[in-house]
């Protein structure tokens, strides 16, 4: 520990602050780059003027200069990094561009800086501008609709009008097939091996990871965009105002192979009910089908690229579409905790810094890459943060307090990976760096941690691959069986109790709770990790093989939470099931808890979401002195402990870390 940070530590009224290791506290004092938040700059302009619009640039005689400026405002606002693209003009093919990219890249690497590439011209990520389908129209993604007024009802066709490729704020672009395998190589020659080739060794050194942008099936109607959007937005391909809204699910080139290939059956004659059909046998070919489906995508795309990434030292990450709603997963992904489990750094989309929309239904967006992560055995999870909802209602930039209160909650689920859609114009230098700072004294203690969730959430896709039913009109529960309805409320409800009661939680989906093993001690164990319990939401009907395993959980003392309509669990009703080790002494629902593990201490992190203050204790497993250490201000100091309670007193929008006793 160096005198002056020791000196700092003194002045703060840390008496027990020199038990934290050393090296806690000097990234506590002092954040690396590589934990703070990197900003998107889409595109770095060869003029020299700016960086796409989003900070101005020195004038200077040289690009290499002149990139070097435009990189040391994001440093001085407390920025570790960038999220960076050639620009989107030209895409891929303008010379001036690559050049200013290169000089954008090395000013990273001299200011000490790392960067992220975003793989896309706008969004979806996998058309690469259109160049993907360049001279390849068959790489287009392709549905297989129904139209019951035709003699013969089944066609297969484009899928793009109706689609999230024409309904985007991007641009309306016609869009590739993540399920052929052909698609995804095109896409990874004329995006990564381009970068690859401009960048060279700056991959995997400056260059840590590969951004992939909401790619997905996208055979569903999802719905329009606000007009007054829409008009802005470029279509780079023309819709075809003939094309008839009809039920649609994804279709690849060797997909009837491939399922006579596993299933041993006719995917041709049994087709017929992925669309209609309420028999067993129905839901059994949805079932095998979209269970196919999951595969391939998690195979050929996400796999592809992770592939890729791995042979050059770099990490695959991005987000998926819609991760909220768990309906559209069917549809989207097959299975979209399968599908961001193949990416090294999963991650979420959360467009709203009113930090109480975790208690409101957002806790999923971060769910579900927090959980894809620790079922691949990674740690690292990344989050696309923005105020996006408060800017298009018109209540203008999120507040430092707002924003650091919202990554906090996504710290709680287990984000480690900052991505900034955050404007820098409207708010000072001192504002940014104070997030900033935030974010970085976060990760100086939470990102070498395990996050320590004791529950489980089953995560029900396979009910509802024999649930879902295509529709021409956008999705929505509404058109959906009524089993299906009750799934997802269930689903929702477990999700949204177990955050407001401060329990953390895994999502786990049917094949990897069937291949989780039951310690004697009535533990299950999955990737070296120990569960108490698993929450069941209503209607689901576990496979054999999931259900040999909760039986064998249950036998040996698990506990095994049976949600039902009728008996809705929530509130008291779960705490007094649940029995958390680790519980607030005064109920509060706007308190949310994350849960780690760090050399041989317990770590937690408390965040206050809600509007009014809270005062309470914590009660906790382990005894003896805790240090408590605020991310906004950088103080820490001895938290209150009498016995195994910790005082507990949050003002609104306020986070505490406490650090428990080495065992």
Known sequence: MTVALAASLAASGAPDAAALPGA????????????????IIHGIDPSGHGLSG??????????????????????????????????????????????????????????????????????????????????????????????????????????????????????????INLLDDRAV????????????????????????????????????????????????VPIEDPLDPTVKALPAVPWVYDLPERYRERY???????????????????????????????????????????????ANGVASSGHNLWEEAIMHHPTLYGNGLKALSRMDIPGLDELSSNPDAVINGHWMTAALPAS????????????????????????????????????????AFGVTDFTLYYGIQGRTVEQYRAYCDHVGRLNAILKDAKPDPDVLLYYPVRDLWAEYRPVAEPLDMGRQTERARRIVSSFNSLGGALTRNQAPFCLIDHDFLAGASVRSDGRLMLKGRAFRAIALPDGVALPPSAARVVARFEA????????????????????????????????????????????????????????????????????????????????????????????????????????????
């Not at 606002?77 to 000089?103: H, I, Q, T």
């Not at 018109?394 to 909650?409: D, F």
């Not at 008291?572 to 994350?594: C, D, H, I, M």
């Not at 849960?595 to 005894?623: D, I, T």
Request: with cysteine.
């Open 24 to 39: 806690w506290l000097a990234r506590w004092s002092k954040p690396r780059a590589v934990d703070r938040p990197l900003q």
């Open 54 to 175: 989003m900070a101005q640039m020195v004038k200077t005689p040289t690009a290499d200069e002149a990139a070097e400026a435009g990189m040391r405002t994001y440093a001085d606002r407390g920025l570790g990094g960038v999220v960076c693209n050639v620009m989107f003009k030209d895409y891929m093919r303008s010379e001036p561009a690559w050049k200013a990219l290169v000089a954008g890249i090395n000013a990273c690497r001299k200011l000490g800086m790392v960067a992220w590439i975003y793989d896309e011209a706008g969004y979806p990520s996998g058309s690469a501008g259109g160049l993907t389908l360049e001279g390849h129209p068959e790489y287009e993604a392709q549905a297989l609709v129904y139209d019951p007024t035709q003699a013969d009802p089944f066609r297969v066709r484009p899928a793009y009008e109706f689609t999230h490729a024409s309904n985007n704020y991007a641009a309306a672009r016609r869009y």
């Open 185 to 232: 190589r095109r896409f990874i020659e004329v995006t990564h091996q381009a970068y690859r080739k401009r960048l060279g060794a700056e991959i995997g050194s400056t260059v840590r990871a590969f951004f992939t942008d909401e790619p997905s099936l996208i055979t569903v109607n999802l719905g329009q965009i606000p007009e007054s959007a829409r008009k802005n």
């Open 264 to 310: 041993h059956r006719d995917l041709m004659a049994e087709r017929r009910s992925l669309f209609v059909g309420d028999t067993h046998a129905d839901n059994a070919v949805r079932t095998r089908y979209w269970s196919l489906i999951a595969d391939l995508v998690a195979d050929r795309f996400y796999g592809q690229i992770r592939t890729w990434c791995r």
């Open 372 to 411: 894809a992560a620790l079922l691949n055995g990674g740690r690292r999870v990344f989050t696309e943060v923005s105020d996006f909802s408060e800017q298009m209602a018109g209540a203008g930039n999120a507040g430092v307090p707002e924003m650091q209160c919202a990554a906090s909650w996504q710290a």
């Open 556 to 663: 040996k003392g698990g506990l095994v939470l049976r949600d039902a309509a009728a008996d809705r669990l929530a509130g008291e009703r779960l705490r007094s099931a649940l029995k958390p080790e680790v519980r607030l002494t005064e109920a509060s629902s706007q308190v949310v808890l994350g849960r780690f593990v760090r050399g041989g201490r317990q770590v937690l992190l408390a965040v206050n979401v809600g509007r009014s203050a809270y005062s309470g204790a914590l009660e906790v497993g382990r005894p003896g002195q805790w240090t408590q250490m605020d991310p906004a201000t950088g103080q820490l100091g001895s938290a209150g402990v009498t016995g195994n309670s910790i005082a507990l007193s949050l003002a609104p929008r306020q986070t505490v870390l406490l650090v428990g006793p080495k065992v």
